[in-house]
C-alpha cells in the first residue's frame, strides 16, 4: 500500500478524525474497514473538506487505503463533496459543478459494476485506457 500511515504501521483508531460533534452524534461515521474485503469502487474529490472530520479531503480514501481486496480509487482533481454536482436526489445545488466530472463518474461507475457483474465485459478495462491516455484527465485511477 502506498499510504505512508500503512507502511509505518500507524493506522488511524477509529473516529480518532472525526470532530466532536461527528463523534458524539454520528458513531456510524467510524467503520473499520478491515472486513471490506468485496471489490469496490471509491470516489473522492481532491478538495473535498468534511466538516465531520479533522484530517482532509484524503479522509475519504480510507476505504480503500486500509481495506484489504481488490479495490480501485478514482480521485477527482479540484472536486469537493459533491463530486462536479452529485448532491443527491432532487438536488439541484453544487459548490463545483462540472458536468463532465459527472459524466466522467457515470461512465467509470457504470463500466466498473457492468465488469463486477460480467467480468468478460470490456469496458472497464476501455475505460481506465481512455483515462489513462487522456493528455487531460479528469481523474486519476490507481488500483490495488
Known amino acids: 500500500m502506498s499510504d505512508p500511515r500503512?507502511?509505518?504501521g500507524v493506522l488511524?483508531?477509529?473516529g480518532d478524525d472525526l470532530t466532536p460533534f461527528a463523534a458524539e452524534n454520528l458513531p456510524?461515521?467510524?467503520?473499520?474497514?478491515?472486513?471490506?474485503t468485496t471489490p469496490a469502487l471509491i470516489v473522492a474529490g481532491d478538495q473535498d473538506q468534511s466538516a465531520l472530520s479533522t484530517r482532509g479531503p484524503d479522509w475519504f480514501t480510507d476505504a480503500?487505503?486500509?481495506s484489504p481486496g481488490r479495490k480501485s480509487l478514482l480521485t477527482l482533481p479540484g472536486?469537493?463533496?459533491s463530486l462536479?454536482?452529485?448532491?443527491?436526489?432532487?438536488?439541484?445545488?453544487?459548490t463545483d459543478e462540472s458536468p463532465e466530472r459527472v459524466a466522467l463518474i457515470q461512465w467509470l461507475t457504470s463500466a466498473y459494476l457492468r465488469s463486477a457483474l460480467r467480468p468478460e465485459d470490456a469496458?472497464?478495462?476501455a475505460a481506465c485506457s481512455a483515462l489513462e491516455?487522456?493528455?487531460?484527465?479528469?481523474?486519476k485511477l490507481r488500483s490495488k
Not at 133 to 139: A, Q
Open 12 to 14: 488511524p483508531g477509529l
Open 79 to 81: 472536486a469537493e463533496h
Open 123 to 125: 469496458g472497464r478495462r
Open 64 to 66: 480503500y487505503v486500509l
Open 28 to 36: 456510524f461515521m467510524r467503520p473499520s474497514f478491515e472486513g471490506m
Open 6 to 8: 500503512v507502511r509505518a
Open 133 to 139: 491516455e487522456d493528455p487531460h484527465p479528469l481523474g
Open 84 to 94: 462536479g454536482g452529485v448532491a443527491g436526489y432532487g438536488v439541484a445545488e453544487t
